[in-house]
């Protein structure tokens, strides 16, 4: 059984039909990436799993469970956590409190191993004392990665982790996740523009263009999907 179960998403804003059914699936332990030109309805098909958005129609099962049913509360102790484009940090607070946060606020409260087992997986164990206020950009996703990560998810949500950063930064971060996924086996949805990262570290690509899924598949079958390419060109984005 998928972990994350998402059939015929659909999703208007006031006569603007933002998505239009939408459907895939996420396994246990993969990285699975929504892709498309600006306006595809990447974010909005994300939001619906977050519960920020209600669809029109459809339907999501996390673990069997039907998330349109639960609260956006109830995410994080069914196991889902998610970061944000533009990481929202406790500024006042240092990074490891920034760190604890995430773990006191759900399931596996109290424990402070799960803490420092982020931390170390995340490089940030010689940051812990540092405030998050003078971090530069990369260290502050990595705290946000670590604050999700610290309820111990089994699935992860990413919106545009590779927003604002160097080439060089969006390697680190990819090569970072790609280390979550082994070391934690959390499967991870992820939004991206960055098309160098994403054909590089995902098991699966959904493509969506104009609120329609044109394509889905493995990056390789995504690279030689004329229907993407022809997207693509046409929206002048990022080579595949
Ligand atoms: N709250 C809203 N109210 C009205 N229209 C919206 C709203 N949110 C999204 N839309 C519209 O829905 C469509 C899909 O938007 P969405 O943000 O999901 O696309 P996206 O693929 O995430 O794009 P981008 O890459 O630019 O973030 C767009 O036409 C957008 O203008």
Partial sequence: ???LQVD?????FAGVHALQGASFAVDPGTVTALIGPNGAGKTTAFNCISRVVAPRSGSIHFNGTDLLRQRPSELVRLGIARTF?????F????VLDNIRVGAEAERTKGSASQVGDVLDLLGLAEHAHDDVAGLPLGSRKRVELARALASRPSLLLLDEPAGGLTHQEVMEIRDVLLSIRRELGVAILIVEHHMAMIMS???HVVVLAGGRQ????????IRNDPEVIKVYLGAGDEQL
């Fill in 91 to 94: 500024e006042s607070l240092d």
């Fill in 214 to 221: 044109i394509s889905s598949g493995t990056p390789e079958e």
């Fill in 8 to 12: 015929d998403l659909r999703v208007s």
């Fill in 1 to 3: 059984m998928p972990l």
């Fill in 85 to 89: 484009q533009h990481a929202a940090l």
């Fill in 201 to 203: 570290m995902s098991d």
